[in-house]
T-cell receptor, first 110, second 117 residues
Framework: NAGVTQTPKFQVLKTGQSMTLQCAQD?????MYWYRQDPGMGLRLIYYSASEGTTDKGEVPNGYNVSRLNKREFSLRLESAAPSQTSVYFCASSPRDEQYFGPGTRLTVT | AQKITQTQPGMFVQEKEAVTLDCTYD???????LFWYKQPSSGEMIFLIY??????QNATEGRYSLNFQKARKSANLVISASQLGDSAMYFC??????????????FGAGTRLAVHP
């Protein structure tokens, strides 16, 4: 039982490049989330998915797209990376109340 | 608008003593939940404790307890018998009223706790 897994752990992109962050959970949770954490701040919600086939915007969705591929997987895509997207990205899943987080992806955009 | 406030950017405590980390919140929803997460230097987010707005008793989980004062809109985390491994960032978070079978968390800015031997 791996919980929530994220790939990659680290990534460096040049401005304008695209990439997809992968997230998978094996806890059979319906809800999944993507957050970003910037230095000195708490996590901010980018997108969430209540169930397979549904997604909705969070607090800071601009510059991102998501796909809920199936119940297990929820990916985050940066179509044209910008330096302002340098951050640590966390994926989470939830059965109802508490959310369980993956280990995070540290992304640097130069 | 909902908001979480953690007024202590940093705290320190002697090993084996108790420490309280402050959290206040603001919401107009009657149904909400409050959480505390720990983030050690390795970076992962670890769920510690949860308190529902309708729960009559304060939540406890081992050495962690949540001092829930609804009228004051505060949800302070109390760590008893601090250990060196408790040194980490601690985040308070609030869940919006659950609709559609999911919930969204809003996080505070965090408090960095240092436990001294």
């Amino acid at each position: 039982n791996a919980g929530v897994t994220q790939t990659p752990k680290f990534q460096v992109l040049k401005t304008g490049q695209s990439m997809t962050l992968q997230c998978a959970q094996d806890m059979n949770h319906n809800s999944m989330y993507w957050y970003r954490q910037d230095p000195g701040m708490g996590l901010r919600l980018i997108y969430y998915s209540a169930s397979e086939g549904t997604t909705d915007k969070g607090e800071v969705p601009n510059g991102y797209n998501v796909s809920r591929l199936n119940k297990r997987e929820f990916s985050l895509r940066l179509e044209s990376a910008a330096p302002s997207q340098t951050s640590v990205y966390f994926c989470a899943s939830s059965p109802r109340d508490e959310q369980y987080f993956g280990p995070g992806t540290r992304l640097t955009v130069t | 608008a909902q908001k979480i406030t953690q007024t202590q950017p940093g705290m320190f405590v002697q090993e084996k003593e108790a420490v309280t980390l402050d959290c206040t919140y603001d919401t107009s929803d009657p149904s909400y939940g409050l959480f505390w997460y720990k983030q050690p230097s390795s970076g992962e987010m670890i769920f510690l404790i949860y308190q529902g707005s309708y729960d009559q008793q304060n939540a406890t989980e081992g050495r962690y307890s949540l001092n829930f004062q609804k009228a004051r809109k505060s949800a302070n985390l109390v760590i008893s018998a601090s250990q060196l491994g408790d040194s980490a960032m601690y985040f308070c978070a609030m869940r919006e009223a659950a609709t559609g079978g999911y919930n969204k968390l809003i996080f505070g800015a965090g408090t960095r706790l240092a436990v001294h031997p």
